[in-house]
């Protein structure tokens, strides 16, 4: 074989080599590239599922008295009408009149007194038979802490989330509630689920509800009726929009409260404020104002509010409990004999 033609098979050689080598690349890249773009995707999704889990536990878990500091402030609620969303309703023309119709559930037989009526059974089926004042004062006996979770304004888009809050962690709490149509199962389900459902007034409008007795009346008149209505239950708790130290009613605040008392009403106040009536509030100084004011004293009635906007509230409400449970706190649902909290009022 001449020098010519050795060489041209080296070079044939050399270009088998390095066609066999592009074919090599090409197929390690046909098999790796997949395999990397998958790798890619399924991180960008991953990171794209755990933003998404966050920000539904943000919109899922997010309700006063407290400056941005974490302190205690006004005993008051926010000046205004509820700002939940739903069908408005307006106690001046109201669709379920008292035309005499109105029927009462099954209630205790006797009352033991004028401030202490008994628990019914639908009020205490997760409670003692004894009723709630004796496992109160065992608990204060004991130095437990006694809590009482209480939001207004509600129900709310949002208030199906805090339910399933509230059940997850095993605590009642009560609700004192506006006329907002359109949640009717909401409220089924806090009846069924051993909550307690309370009044707050058809409208939270103060103009209308303090104008006068007959139109603080009609509020609580067309309210108790719609809950009777809707789930079977008469309650007779009830708080004041922006509470019995408010200042917006046009009489002496004396003047509802004998108004309540001569219809076997009572009334509760607040003597913890989470803050959330203010704008703004972050879920650690809603958590702060909540848990400095439970600290402060052995029976807590905690102000908290369930509305559209309160999402920093429900974000600190399974922290709340979680911190609760931890020191064994008692955390109960206002009943029938549970002792009222009353601001100072003349």
């Known amino acids: 074989m001449s020098g010519e033609e050795t060489k041209e098979l080296a070079r044939r050689r050399k270009r088998v080599k390095l066609y066999k080598r592009i074919i090599i690349f090409i197929i390690i890249s046909i098999i790796i590239l997949p395999t990397v773009l998958c790798v890619i995707l399924f991180c960008k999704m991953n990171s794209m599922h755990k933003e998404i889990r966050n920000l539904q536990a943000a919109?899922?878990?997010?309700?006063?008295?407290?400056?941005?500091?974490?302190?205690?402030?006004?005993?008051?609620?926010?000046?205004?009408?509820?700002?939940?969303?739903?069908?408005?309703?307006?106690?001046?023309?109201?669709?379920?009149?008292?035309?005499?119709?109105?029927?009462?559930?099954?209630?205790?037989?006797?009352?033991?007194?004028?401030?202490?009526?008994?628990?019914?059974?639908?009020?205490?089926?997760?409670?003692?038979?004894?009723?709630?004042?004796?496992?109160?004062?065992?608990?204060?006996a004991e130095g437990r802490k006694v809590v009482y979770l209480t939001f207004d304004d509600g129900p709310c888009g949002n208030t199906g989330n805090l339910l399933d809050a509230l059940d997850a962690a095993g605590v009642k709490a009560t609700f004192f509630i506006n006329g907002h149509t359109g949640y009717e199962d909401q409220l089924k389900r806090m009846v069924e689920g051993g909550h307690t459902l309370a009044m707050h007034t058809y409208t939270h409008e103060y103009e209308h509800v303090y104008r006068n007795l007959d139109t603080f009346g009609e509020e609580i008149t067309t309210l108790r009726q719609y809950i009777y209505e809707v789930t079977g239950l008469d309650t007779n708790i009830f708080r004041f929009p922006g509470g019995s130290s408010n200042s917006k009613a046009v009489l002496p605040i004396s003047e509802y409260i004998a108004y309540l008392e001569k219809n076997n009403l009572v009334y509760y106040d607040w003597n913890v404020s989470s803050g959330d009536g203010s704008e703004g509030l972050t879920a650690d100084q809603v958590y702060g104002n909540v848990m400095s004011g439970i600290e402060r004293q052995d029976v807590s009635v905690v102000l908290m509010h369930d509305s559209v906007n309160k999402l920093s509230t429900y974000e600190a409400i399974p922290r709340i409990i979680e911190s609760l449970q931890a020191i064994d706190a008692l955390i109960l649902p206002i009943a029938y004999d549970t002792t009222p909290v009353h601001h100072n009022v003349k």
Request: charged share 35%; proline share 9%; no cysteine.
């Open 59 to 140: 919109f899922d878990n997010k309700d006063k008295v407290s400056d941005n500091k974490g302190n205690n402030v006004s005993q008051e609620e926010t000046p205004g009408i509820s700002d939940n969303t739903g069908t408005p309703n307006k106690a001046d023309n109201p669709t379920k009149p008292d035309d005499g119709s109105y029927k009462e559930q099954t209630k205790p037989e006797e009352t033991t007194s004028k401030d202490e009526p008994q628990t019914t059974e639908a009020e205490t089926k997760d409670l003692s038979p004894t009723g709630q004042k004796q496992i109160v004062e065992k608990a204060l």
